[in-house]
C-alpha cells in the first residue's frame, strides 16, 4: 500500500509524460497543446501553489482530499488522463457536479428495494461529487466527499455510458491516476500500423517480471507469480494475460478468462482450445459467433478447429490425448474415471505431472483435460491448487500437500443430505469378481422388456442418462418398473448398478434382481426409502450366492418381513427395535452393509461426475390374472390411458 502523503508525484508524472511522447507516430497530426506537451515532454502544467489550493477549498467550501493536493503541488492539472479523458481539471476547472449529467434519478430508480449503504451511496454521487473530467469522451470522473478513508482520501467514480458497466470505484487520486496510467499503457501495447512499439522503463520492468513469474509458476509457486501477471496483464503486456488466464483456469476462475494473445498460437491450441469452448459449451445460451472476439488473430484454420472441438465437448465426444508418458497417464486417468474411481484418477494425473512437457515456452500446465468429460468432473479449486504447486516442465521444487479424496470409504455418505436434499430414496446392486461392463448381461432388459437395455452408454450424467431414456418413449406401464442405472466399481472386486430416482416401492409386487446377478457369484442389493417423506418408511436388502438367494429382509412402516440365515451383523431387529428407530437407522444399516462385504461407492462420480449407463429389466413381477394397471401412451401434445 501507497503512502499517499510521501509518493513521488513528481517523478511518476514526468515519467508518465516521457512514456507518452515516446509513444506518438511521427507523422501524426497533433493540436498545439499536444505538439508542445510531446516536444517538453511534459503532460501537466506549472504546479499550484499553496495560496492557490487554499482559495480552491475556499471556492469549494471543503479541504481536498491529501493525495490530490499533493498532485496539485506538482501540476495544476493533466492530460490525456488514460484514454479517455483528454483533461483532468486543476484548481480552476474542479467544480462541483450537482447533478448537471441528469443521472441521479436513473441510477437511484435501478437501486433494488435491499441495495445497501454502499450501493446507495453511489448511486447517489451525482449529487455531491466532484467533478474533475474537464474535456472527456464523455467519460465522467467524480470525486466523492462523502466516500472517505481512514487516511481522508475520496473515493473517485468513473462511468461512460459507452462502457455498458456500473461506475468503476476507486479508494481515492492516486489509485485512480495509477490506473489511468495502466490505461495508457494497456491501450498503446498493441500499436496500430505506423505506431512504434512502447519501450520504456516500464515495458522492460514488467517483460521481465513477466519472464520471472512465469519460472516460478512452472516451479510451483503460482500465488508469487499471478499478482505478478495480473499488474503485468493491466499494462497490456504480451503473453502476461495468456499466462495469467491458464493459473486462473485451474483454480476454477472462467469469467473472462480467454488467454488472451497465446490462444491464437497453433502451438498452445491443442491445450487452450478445449478449456476455451468448454466454457462457451457450458453456456449454450451464449451465442457462438462471440467465440471469434476471443479467437481475434487466430487463422482460419485455428477457428474451424475451435468450433469442431466445440461441437465435440457439447457432444461429450472431446477425448484429451497429450502424448509421451504423460500422455499414457492421463489414459490410464480416464479410465479409472470411467469406472467411478475419480480419486485414483486424480492421484495418476497428479502423480505424473513431473513428466509433463509444455507445448511452448509460454505453457504453464496442462489445460485440455478440463473438457473431457470424464477428466474435468476432477478438477476442483484445491485441487487445482495442487497441480499449480508441483513443479512441472523441467523445473524443479518442492511437492505440495496432496488434496485430500473427494470419496468416503464405504457407503454410509447415503445417508448424509445432498444439496437440495434430493437423495431420499435409491436403490443399488453391487457384484462380486464381476467387471462393470458385464453387469448389463447379468441385469439388462429383455427383448420382452422393450428396448434394448444390454448394452452400455457413453460415460454421462444422470440427469443426461435420464434425458436420453425419456427421448422417444411414448408407452409407460405402472406395473413395470425397470430402472435406469449407473455402473463403475465399487472398491475391493465389486461392480455396481446404482439408481439415483427409483420408482416407488410395491413390496407386494417386489422382486430382487440379486439372484440373476449372483450367477456364479455373490451378489448384494439395497432399497432404501426410509427418508422418502411419502408413504411409510421402508428399506430392502437381500444377499444371493451362485444365483440363488441366500436371505433377506424388507422393512415397511414397523414391520419386518425376513427370509433365510441373516447374519447377526445385518439383523434388522438391531436397527428397527421400534418404529421411531426407523429415521436413524439408514446410516448405521449402511455402515453394516460396508462392513460385512468391504463394498463402497463413489460419492463424487454418482453425484458431479459421469458413469456408464443401462436399463435393467423389470424390478416388478408382471401382473397376475385380475390385478389391474395403468398404460399410458403418449402421442404428439395428448395422452391417451388404458386399464
Known amino acids: 500500500m501507497t503512502d499517499t502523503t510521501t509518493f513521488d508525484w513528481r517523478s511518476f508524472l514526468l515519467g508518465w509524460s516521457a512514456e507518452w511522447a515516446d509513444s506518438l ?41 491529501p493525495s490530490y493536493r499533493e498532485f496539485l503541488k506538482v501540476s495544476d492539472g493533466w492530460r490525456h488522463a488514460g484514454g479517455f479523458v483528454w483533461l483532468l481539471a486543476g484548481t480552476a476547472g474542479a467544480r462541483w457536479h450537482d447533478d448537471a449529467s441528469g443521472l441521479a434519478d436513473t441510477f437511484e430508480e435501478c ?12 448511486a447517489s454521487v451525482w449529487r455531491r461529487g466532484l467533478q474533475l473530467d474537464v474535456e472527456s469522451d464523455a467519460l465522467y470522473v467524480l470525486m466523492d466527499p462523502e466516500d472517505v478513508d481512514d487516511d481522508g482520501e475520496w473515493a473517485v467514480y468513473t462511468w461512460a455510458g459507452w462502457r455498458a458497466a456500473p461506475p468503476r470505484r476507486y479508494g481515492g487520486f492516486l489509485a485512480f491516476m495509477r490506473d489511468m496510467h495502466r490505461e495508457f499503457h494497456a491501450l498503446r501495447s498493441r500499436p496500430r500500423d505506423g505506431e512504434p512499439p512502447l519501450v520504456n522503463d516500464t515495458t522492460r520492468r514488467l517483460d521481465a517480471q513477466v519472464e520471472a513469474a512465469r519460472l516460478e509458476a512452472l516451479r510451483g509457486d503460482w500465488e508469487r507469480a499471478l499478482p505478478a501477471l495480473e499488474e503485468a496483464a493491466g499494462y497490456g503486456r504480451p503473453r502476461a494475460a495468456g499466462l495469467r488466464d491458464q493459473i486462473r483456469r485451474l483454480l476454477g476462475q472462467t469469467y473472462m478468462v480467454s488467454f488472451d494473445d497465446l490462444v491464437a498460437d497453433p502451438r498452445y491450441a491443442a491445450e487452450l482450445l478445449p478449456p476455451l469452448v468448454a466454457e462457451q459449451a457450458a453456456h449454450s445460451y451464449r451465442d457462438d459467433s462471440t467465440l471469434r472476439f476471443s479467437l481475434r488473430g487466430a487463422s482460419k484454420q485455428l477457428v474451424s478447429l475451435a468450433y469442431a472441438t466445440l461441437d465435440r465437448v457439447r457432444a461429450g465426444t472431446y477425448r484429451y490425448a497429450p502424448g509421451g508418458p504423460f500422455g499414457e497417464a492421463v489414459r490410464r486417468a480416464r479410465e479409472l474415471a470411467r469406472w467411478g474411481d475419480t480419486d485414483a484418477a486424480w492421484s495418476t494425473l497428479r502423480d505424473a505431472l513431473p513428466l509433463w512437457e509444455p507445448l511452448g515456452p509460454d505453457h504453464l500446465a496442462p489445460l485440455g483435460w478440463v473438457a473431457d468429460p470424464l477428466l474435468g468432473p476432477l478438477l476442483t479449486p484445491e485441487r487445482g491448487r495442487e497441480l499449480l504447486s508441483t513443479p512441472r516442465g523441467g523445473q524443479t521444487g518442492g511437492r ?5 479424496g473427494l470419496d468416503p470409504d464405504g457407503l454410509a455418505w447415503l445417508a448424509e443430505p445432498d444439496p437440495g436434499n434430493h437423495r431420499r430414496c435409491y436403490r443399488f446392486v453391487l457384484v462380486e469378481d464381476v467387471e462393470p461392463d458385464e453387469l448389463p448381461a447379468r441385469l439388462a432388459a429383455d427383448e420382452s422388456g422393450g428396448g434394448d437395455g444390454s448394452v452400455l452408454s457413453e460415460p454421462m450424467t444422470f440427469w443426461e442418462a435420464r434425458h436420453r431414456a425419456l427421448e422417444g418413449r411414448t408407452e409407460f406401464s405402472s406395473y413395470d418398473d425397470r430402472a435406469l442405472v449407473a455402473v463403475g466399481r465399487a472398491g475391493g472386486r465389486w461392480s455396481f448398478a446404482f439408481d439415483a430416482e427409483p420408482a416407488p416401492f410395491i413390496g407386494e409386487r417386489f422382486v430382487s434382481p440379486a439372484a440373476a446377478a449372483g450367477a456364479g457369484t455373490r451378489a448384494v442389493v439395497v432399497w432404501s426409502g426410509l427418508r422418502t ?8 436388502l437381500s444377499v444371493a450366492e451362485d444365483g440363488t438367494e441366500r436371505y433377506a429382509f424388507t422393512y415397511v412402516g414397523g414391520d419386518v418381513r425376513r427370509s433365510g440365515e441373516i ?24 455402515e453394516a452393509i460396508t462392513e460385512e462385504f468391504g463394498v463402497r461407492l463413489p460419492r463424487h462420480a454418482l453425484v458431479s461426475g459421469r458413469l456408464p449407463t443401462f436399463t435393467t429389466r423389470s424390478w416388478t413381477r408382471p401382473p397376475r390374472d385380475g390385478e389391474t394397471y395403468a398404460v399410458i401412451r403418449m402421442r404428439y401434445g395428448s395422452e391417451l390411458s388404458a386399464g
Open 533 to 540: 417423506g411419502v408413504g411409510e418408511p421402508f428399506f430392502h
Open 567 to 590: 447374519p447377526p451383523a445385518l439383523d434388522p431387529d438391531r436397527f428397527f427395535g421400534r418404529p421411531e428407530d426407523a429415521a436413524g437407522a439408514e446410516r448405521s444399516l449402511l
Open 111 to 122: 437501486l433494488d428495494e435491499d441495495a445497501g449503504p454502499q450501493e446507495r451511496r453511489e
Open 400 to 404: 505440495p500437500e496432496t488434496t485430500e
Open 25 to 65: 507516430p511521427a507523422d501524426e497530426t497533433r493540436g498545439e497543446d499536444d505538439e508542445t506537451a510531446r516536444r517538453e515532454r511534459w503532460l501537466g502544467f506549472p504546479p499550484a501553489s499553496e495560496a492557490r489550493i487554499t482559495t480552491m477549498e475556499e471556492r469549494l467550501g471543503r479541504r481536498m482530499p
